[in-house]
């Protein structure tokens, strides 16, 4: 657990691990001779409302013969129409004792191997233990209807968070949108004729209960209406 007197600005891959996980409504399950599995959750419980994952266990009934890989993959996708909207990809591999099978009724238990994520910035391996010690973001669930509320009400206001990027963005951008936004702060996309570019603004302080992202967004409007205006920076 990384403590939030560190002055972090963005979560660390188990963080967002755990949190695409969180989010996740749909997945795509993967398991030695059987066709992949596309598993959508429509009730409120998310794709991993019916997977525990857990510790690798000499106790299981299974023997170490009889167990059966398995795959987990989740596509992290912006809420918002950025150009190029696919922000990560989450792998987790492990054992079954069983063929996986969306009829099951209870929690199927996945004997966790490792989680692998994938994105802009190259991949990064987490273990069981870092996903475990991960502090949950309490954003990680309302992300999407907060980032399409601001677009879709407020969208006007996003080019204004411009002010607060440092170094200044090269002019000529054609348009920004919020690309994401976790605890620490807010990742925006510039896009230009043939190219885009991603940048964060990071919060004053880590949010710690949802209904502190609120404040946290207005905190960095204000800040921008008291930054110097040196012209456009959107077409």
């Known amino acids: 657990m990384r403590p939030f007197n560190s002055r972090a600005t963005q979560p660390t891959p188990a963080e967002r691990v755990l949190a695409i996980l969180t989010a996740a ?7 030695d001779g059987l066709d992949p599995v596309e598993v959508h959750r429509l009730d409120g419980t998310g794709a991993m409302g019916h997977v525990h994952l857990h510790e690798p266990s000499e106790a299981d009934h299974a023997g170490p013969g009889e167990r059966i890989p398995v795959r987990l993959e989740f596509t992290d996708i912006a809420p918002a129409s950025v150009r190029d909207r696919m922000r990560a990809r989450v792998t987790v591999t492990g054992l079954l004792s069983a063929p996986y099978s969306t009829k099951n009724a209870d929690s199927t238990c996945v004997e966790f191997g490792q989680a692998v994520l994938e994105d802009h910035g190259g ?7 870092a996903l475990q010690e991960a502090e949950p973001d309490p954003i990680a669930g309302s992300e999407a209807a907060m980032l399409t509320h601001l677009v879709d009400e407020h969208g006007e206001l996003v080019p204004l968070l411009l002010r607060l990027v440092q170094p200044r963005p090269v002019k000529g951008a054609v348009r920004v949108l919020p690309l994401a936004m976790d605890r620490y702060g807010v990742t925006l996309r510039l896009e230009y004729p043939e190219t885009h570019r991603d940048v964060r603004l990071p919060f004053a302080r880590p949010v710690t209960r949802i209904d502190q992202a609120g404040p946290q967004i207005h905190a960095l409007l204000a800040a921008a209406r008291r930054a110097p205006h040196r012209g456009r920076l959107v077409a």
């Open 25 to 31: 409504h749909s997945m795509t399950v993967v398991s």
């Open 123 to 129: 991949r990064s391996f987490v273990t069981l233990d």
